[in-house]
């Protein structure tokens, strides 16, 4: 009996160790998306990239998001036209910075929302910025749908124009990533 | 303590062990098939240092025959040495070109466009003036005066966008920019046609009316396909 119970111990050890392993884990590639909106006083466009890497970090015990981080190519970004896309790639300089990143310093949660702090990287130039999401804990896959909006003169970003008006100064980005555990 | 007891302590240190070592090999079997994600404890923090770095192409992949020749890797205007060979470097003076040629390229359109209206609208005038030959004349006068202005500004214009290097990307797709340029050939021809419609109504003797009409429409049409061709960029 006593070599049962000291099983069952053992059993029970090992599963609470592995439970309360953190785990990196990188993003399903084609369930994972970015898009920006841009604001013209003409007209209003958006485009997307497929192309995003991201890896997060996860205590599958008490299912918490501990960290993250992503990078998208700037260069896949897709709006319909090619002509607005390689402006955009022009005004920031995708030439010597093809790539956007965020990593996360701190990350907070709270029911379904995450609150990411962290480094952004975009332009070639780095600020501090928190991210809201939303986490979707689903049978075997974290979902998480994230927005933000960034100053494109707090960048260093020149303003693209059309018919010589600049669109706005905001960007907003949303990003979608799902995770498979 | 029971012998028992001691076994059992030893056996779950033991499985401790294990556990965590299947584990970590675990980690770094998923790490190893989710293409080489770094290791548990600085994934995160390493992301941005070990980045991908994207080769991006400097000349966009469905370059135009003409951009070839004039902008391309061997084109013209490296061969004459006009700009250097190509480079990363290069290639962003040659986009900061390619923006101020179409940034002038936007104004010259406007301008282009006001003058062509303004030359449509004389013409109307010439046509309507049948009783005082004096005004028709110099209706007739400013009408030509800014016919060559319009040719002037709008070949000028033209030129801004099919001389400038070529962008970053091009991708096989139907956007307004692709209407835009589907609109040119339509008021290219126009602008070729219309003048020489308008010079043959001196030498149409008893066909004038007929003649002046078709140069008349041909303004007409060439103005409005010009007016939407500027419009549809816009959406």
């Not at chain 2, 012998?3 to 980690?27: H, P, T, W, Y």
């Not at chain 2, 202005?149 to 920019?177: C, F, K, M, Q, W």
């Not at chain 2, 303004?219 to 010009?226: E, H, K, L, Q």
Request: with cysteine; charged share 15%.
């Amino acid at each position: 009996m006593q070599k049962i119970s000291g099983i069952i111990v053992i059993i029970i050890g090992v599963l609470t160790i592995a439970q309360s392993q953190v785990k990196n884990i990188p993003c399903i590639q084609n369930e994972t998306s970015m898009t920006y909106f841009i604001v013209h006083p003409l007209h209003k466009m958006e485009s997307t990239s497929k192309d995003v890497s991201s890896i997060v970090r996860i205590d599958p015990s008490n299912k918490t998001v501990q960290a993250v981080s992503a990078s998208v190519d700037v260069t896949t970004f897709n709006s319909g036209n090619s002509n607005r896309d390689s402006h955009a790639m022009e005004v920031i300089d995708a030439i010597s910075f093809p790539e956007a990143s965020f990593t996360s310093s701190s990350v907070i949660s709270r029911g379904d929302s995450l609150f990411a702090s962290g480094k952004l990287t975009f332009h070639g130039i780095s600020r501090e910025i928190t991210i809201t999401a939303l986490q979707q804990w689903v049978e075997k896959k974290l979902i998480i749908h994230a927005a933000f909006t960034i100053s494109l003169t707090n960048f260093q970003i020149e303003r693209p124009s059309l018919l010589l008006v600049p669109v706005e100064d905001e960007l907003r980005f949303s990003l979608t990533t799902a995770y498979a555990l | 303590m029971k012998l028992c007891d001691r076994k059992s302590i030893v056996l779950l240190f033991l499985c401790f062990i294990m556990g965590k070592e299947l584990l970590l090999a675990q980690n770094s079997e998923r790490q190893t098939d989710s293409t080489a994600a770094p290791p548990v404890q600085s994934v995160v923090f390493q992301q941005d240092s070990a980045s991908r770095v994207s080769q991006t192409r400097l000349l966009p992949k469905n370059i135009s025959f003409g951009e070839q020749l004039m902008w391309g890797e061997n084109g013209m205007m490296r061969s004459i040495g006009i700009v250097p060979a190509l480079s990363p470097q290069e290639r962003k003076f040659e986009l900061s070109l390619r923006r101020t040629m179409l940034t002038t390229h936007q104004i010259g359109g406007f301008i282009s466009l006001g003058l062509m209206a303004s030359t449509v609208y004389f013409g109307q005038q010439v046509l309507n003036e049948n009783h005082d030959p004096a005004r028709r004349r110099s209706l007739l006068r400013t009408h030509k005066t800014l016919i060559a202005a319009t040719i002037v500004s709008y070949t000028a214009t033209g030129l801004l966008s099919v001389l400038s290097p070529p962008p970053l990307i091009r991708r096989d797709e139907n956007s307004t920019t692709t209407l835009h340029k589907t609109l040119a050939w339509v008021h290219v021809a126009g602008m070729i046609l219309t003048p020489i419609i308008g010079q043959a109504i001196k030498h149409s003797g008893t066909n004038y009316d007929k003649v002046a009409q078709f140069h008349q429409i041909a303004g007409y049409v060439t103005t409005a396909t010009f007016a939407t061709s500027l419009i549809v960029i816009t959406f």
